[in-house]
C-alpha cells in the first residue's frame, strides 16, 4: 500500500518555506496580475530582513499597476534580444545557457519523477522552476515529500551556488523597482535555506 502524499503530515515551517519559494516562482514566471496584485498587497511583514522586504512588496503592490509591473518584468527577463538579467543557473555557473548545469538538473528531475510543464517553453536551469522544484520537493506535489537529506541535496546542487548571486543582482538591477523587493526576499531567503541546511549537516 502506498501512502499518498497528503496524508503525511508536513511541518507548519515546512509548509512556510514552500509558499515562499512558491511566492519567489510565481513572481518570476510571469508578471503578476492585477488580482495578484491585490492579494500581494494584503501581505503582512516584521521588522526581519524578510518581513520588511514583503512589507516594501505589499505597499509597492498596492500602488502599482499590472501593466506596469508587465514593463518591468519585460525589460528585466525578456528585453529585445535578451532582458537586463539572464535568470538562469548555466549561464550564472558558466557564462553561456543550455550547459553542463541543465543536463544535470534534468538528470536529478528525472531521479525525483519531476517533469517539465507541458507549456514552459525556456530551459528548465530557470530560476522560477527552481524554485517552483523546491516548493514541491517540500510539500510533496511530485509525490512523497522528499527528506530534509533529499532537499539539501537538491538545494546545494542546484540552487545555492548561483540563486543568491541572482537576486543580489535583481536588487541592483536598473530595471528594478517592484522587483527590487523580490530580489531581496529572494536573497534573504536563501541564504537562511543555506544556512539551514549547513547547521542540518551536523
Known amino acids: 500500500m502506498t501512502v499518498a502524499a497528503h496524508d503525511i503530515r508536513i511541518a507548519e515551517e515546512d509548509l512556510l ?4 519559494y512558491d511566492l519567489l516562482a510565481a513572481l518570476l514566471a510571469d508578471p503578476p496580475t492585477q488580482e495578484k496584485l491585490s492579494a500581494l498587497g494584503r501581505l503582512t511583514g516584521d521588522t526581519t530582513a524578510m518581513g520588511k522586504a514583503v512589507e516594501t512588496l505589499a505597499k509597492l503592490a498596492r ?3 499590472a501593466s506596469s ?29 543550455n550547459e553542463k548545469p541543465l543536463a544535470t538538473l534534468r538528470k536529478d528531475m528525472a531521479s525525483l519523477a519531476i517533469s517539465r510543464a507541458p507549456n514552459v517553453y525556456e530551459p528548465e536551469d530557470n530560476i522560477a522552476s527552481l524554485m517552483e522544484m523546491m516548493a514541491g520537493l517540500i510539500d510533496g506535489r ?13 538545494f546545494n546542487r542546484h540552487i545555492a551556488p548561483w540563486a543568491a548571486h ?6 541592483q538591477a536598473k530595471g528594478s523597482v517592484f522587483y527590487l523587493p523580490v530580489g531581496t526576499l529572494g536573497r534573504t531567503f536563501i ?7 549547513r547547521l542540518g549537516n551536523g
Open 142 to 154: 511530485f509525490g512523497t515529500p522528499a527528506s530534509l537529506e533529499k532537499q539539501r541535496e537538491f
Open 191 to 197: 541564504g537562511i535555506e543555506k544556512e539551514a541546511f
Open 63 to 65: 500602488n502599482t499597476s
Open 69 to 97: 509591473v508587465e514593463r518591468e518584468f519585460t525589460e528585466l527577463f525578456i528585453g529585445i534580444g535578451r532582458g537586463e538579467l539572464l535568470p538562469f543557473a548555466s549561464y550564472y555557473l558558466t557564462g553561456f545557457l
Open 166 to 171: 541572482f537576486f543580489s543582482d535583481l536588487e
Open 17 to 20: 518555506r514552500a509558499e515562499v
